[in-house]
């Protein structure tokens, strides 16, 4: 089992920058390709980022690109995304996810959920 707890959430202003984190327990995530997702009041959860167990392999949704990047650090059983020139459209919850045998964009292929930390950009 694993446990996800993501951090870092909050409310900045359009342009501005927040680095969220997701601190995993229970099991090493050396062996998961990590994943953030998000979801706006009245829309689907939809994918954001995702990296490689290495962290050799990332991809982002085309919204984010040049904007967020997702890194990890396996000796502190870390993931992080770093969000640059936020927009207003950009406000959602924000979920971590790892995934056992998945590296990809579904999310019902993710095996673990964080409980997500709400991210709100002003205009």
């Known amino acids: 089992q694993v446990q996800l707890v993501e951090s870092g959430g909050g409310l900045v202003q359009a342009g501005g920058s927040l680095r969220l984190s997701c601190a995993a327990s229970g099991r090493t995530l050396s062996s998961y390709a990590m994943g953030w997702f998000r979801q706006a009041p009245g829309k689907e959860r939809e994918f954001v980022a995702v990296?490689?167990?290495?962290?050799?392999?990332?991809s982002s949704a085309d919204s984010v690109k040049g904007r967020f990047t997702i890194s990890r650090d396996n000796a502190k059983n870390m993931v992080s995304l770093q969000m640059n020139s936020l927009k207003p459209e950009d406000t959602a919850v924000y979920y971590c996810?790892?995934?056992?045998?998945?590296?990809?964009?579904?999310?019902?292929?993710?095996?673990?959920w964080g409980q997500g930390t709400q991210v709100t950009v002003s205009s």
């Open positions: 990296i490689s167990w290495s962290g050799g392999r990332t």
């Open positions: 996810a790892a995934g056992r045998t998945y590296y990809g964009t579904e999310l019902s292929k993710y095996d673990y």
